[in-house]
């Protein structure tokens, strides 16, 4: 069975800072791997995803992640936060063939004026 | 191109009514997954409907059910409703099982009183 582990309840961070938000997987085989974020009172947006290739994912708003297979990790970072990117984190996993998405708990991220 | 529409936004129930929860895809997506989010125990799938048929289903009890029409339009039925099925209740579209991309609706807010 996969599992997600986001090891932090909260991440505050000061705007124009870098922001790292961490996950970690468990799963057999090549997953593939998202991180999706929801504002309050709304679904999720995706935004980014590994499948193969490189380890660096760019996606949606300056956010980017780094893939690494010896550690099992799909950390999600951006260079300089921005208040608006207050909100809930979450990183998923999707095991090949089926549309069965593990989530982790998620992660708050506040950002701070 | 009109994203996944959930209906109802929001509903109030009372404790052993049941619920029907209606979910519209993205034109062209086949595949419909639904996941249940609380705060105690995150997002967790519920289930998964290609060409009409249960493809997937999570650790719910057998008063979750659901189906898929032909238009791919699907509705999920939760009877005998009790406090612990509160919960925001989100539909995942996608093109076909194992595509590896889900796009979210906004969700049902359910409440059970």
């Known amino acids: 069975a996969q599992s997600v582990a986001q090891p932090e309840d909260q991440v505050n961070v000061a705007e124009g800072n870098p922001l790292t938000v961490k996950c970690t997987y468990s799963v057999s085989g090549n997953p593939y791997l998202f991180w999706y974020v929801q504002y309050p009172n709304r679904g999720l947006q995706f935004l980014l995803k590994?499948?193969?290739?490189?380890?660096l994912v760019k996606g949606s708003y300056g956010f980017e992640a780094e893939f690494n297979k010896s550690q099992t990790s799909f950390h999600l970072k951006k260079p300089s936060a921005l208040v608006s990117d207050s909100a809930l984190y979450f990183c998923?996993?999707?095991?090949?063939?089926?549309?069965?998405?593990?989530f982790g708990k998620g992660n708050q991220v506040v950002v701070i004026p | 191109k009109a994203g996944v529409t959930q209906t109802p936004r929001y509903l109030i129930k009372t404790r052993g009514q049941q619920v029907t929860l209606s979910c519209s895809p993205i034109?062209?997506?086949?595949?419909v997954s639904w996941y249940q989010q609380t705060p105690g125990q995150g997002l967790q799938f519920l289930f998964e409907?290609?060409?009409?048929?249960?493809?997937n289903k999570g650790n719910f009890p057998g008063r979750f059910s659901g189906r898929q029409f032909s238009n791919s339009r699907s509705e999920m039925n939760v009877s005998t409703l009790e406090l612990g099925d509160s919960a925001l209740y989100l539909c995942?579209?996608?093109?076909?099982?194992?595509?590896?991309?889900?796009?979210f609706g906004p969700g049902t807010r359910l409440t059970v009183l």
């Open positions: 998923a996993v999707l095991p090949l063939g089926n549309n069965r998405l593990a």
């Open positions: 590994y499948i193969t290739g490189d380890n």
């Open positions: 034109s062209g997506h086949r595949s």
């Open positions: 995942a579209s996608s093109l076909a099982p194992g595509d590896n991309e889900q796009f």
């Open positions: 409907y290609f060409s009409e048929t249960q493809r």
